[in-house]
Nanobody
Framework: QVQLVESGGGLVQAGGSLRVSCVASGSIVSIGVMGWYRQAPGKEREMVATITRGGVTNYSDSVKGRFTISRDNAKNTVYLQMNSLKPEDTAVYSC?????????????WGQGTQVTVSS
């Protein structure tokens, strides 16, 4: 009913930049909070950044000042601009969205996109 598809991951050198995107599609009535999460090998998934429909943002301390989350409500899309990347940012980045669809409220995840930062 609702699909989230990420794009834009890849390999980048330390200090470089990447932008990942996530588009939501399906039987969507409205989208509330959207966010980016990441999971590195052998580690728990952690919140990277979230953004409300009105644009209020929240960041983990580890990315504050380097990453910027934004969204385009008309396109059901959330972005994560990642600057000054570090090897420790290497992880699978997944987007999450709270979506009201024709069946009610649901919590949806994308399949993830790999971001690898080389030293």
């Amino acid at each position: 009913q609702v699909q989230l598809v990420e794009s834009g991951g890849g390999l980048v050198q330390a200090g470089g930049s990447l932008r990942v995107s996530c588009v939501a599609s399906g039987s969507i009535v409205s989208i509330g909070v959207m966010g980016w999460y990441r999971q590195a090998p052998g580690k728990e998934r952690e919140m990277v950044a979230t953004i409300t429909r009105g644009g209020v943002t929240n960041y983990s301390d580890s990315v504050k000042g380097r990453f910027t989350i934004s969204r385009d409500n008309a396109k059901n899309t959330v972005y994560l601009q990642m600057n000054s990347l570090k090897p420790e940012d290497t992880a699978v980045y997944s987007c999450n969205a709270r979506v009201v669809n024709v069946d009610g409220l649901g919590d949806y995840w994308g399949q993830g996109t790999q971001v690898t930062v080389s030293s």
